[in-house]
């Protein structure tokens, strides 16, 4: 039986309303998940962060992308976009190449190695998915990501 948020986080107190009960509910969940995936990228020698510029850099493959492209498409903020491909580039993963006609126009390109990481991480990750939400149906699961896009519609 799972524990609910208010014995897990050791609040004796009930929650002021059903709405501070899910905002907290998402937070925590998230921030386990996070550390979950922290623990998971770690011996591949990237952060959640880098994996996900690799995906989006992935799915982009011959064209490339803008740093603000990469930065716009990443599923948490990065302050410094700038600096996180700075360190990838110098890891190999990514390459970045400045137009010939508009110098301060750069494309930033996955590389031969950080496809390799993704290739490496492909079944890692996917059996870490399936563990931490394997429990839930189809239904339950469809039914979850409604619900957390409907809470994010409203976000923005």
């Keep these: 039986m799972a524990k609910e948020l208010r014995d897990e986080i050791q609040?004796?107190?009930?929650?002021?309303?059903?709405?501070?009960e899910a905002m907290l509910n998402i937070v925590r969940t998230a921030s386990i998940l996070g550390d979950d995936g922290s623990q998971l990228f770690k011996p591949f020698g990237i952060t959640?962060?880098?994996?996900?510029?690799?995906?989006?850099?992935?799915?982009?493959?011959?064209?490339?992308?803008?740093?603000?492209a990469v930065?716009?498409?990443m599923l948490t903020r990065m302050p410094d976009m700038t600096r996180m491909l700075d360190r990838m580039e110098d890891a190999g993963l990514v390459e970045r190449v400045r137009d010939s006609e508009d110098r301060r126009h750069v494309t930033t390109h996955i590389t031969a190695a950080?496809?390799?990481?993704?290739?490496?991480?492909?079944?890692?990750?996917?059996?870490?998915?399936?563990?931490?939400?394997?429990?839930?149906?189809?239904?339950?699961?469809?039914?979850?990501?409604?619900l957390l896009t409907k809470a994010r519609d409203r976000a923005r």
């Design 11 to 20: 609040q004796p107190k009930p929650f002021r309303s059903t709405y501070e």
């Design 71 to 73: 930065r716009d498409r």
């Design 114 to 146: 950080g496809k390799k990481v993704l290739k490496d991480l492909e079944g890692v990750v996917a059996e870490r998915q399936k563990k931490l939400l394997g429990h839930m149906t189809e239904k339950e699961l469809k039914a979850l990501t409604e």
């Design 48 to 68: 959640a962060a880098q994996y996900n510029v690799l995906r989006i850099l992935k799915g982009s493959e011959a064209e490339g992308l803008c740093r603000n």
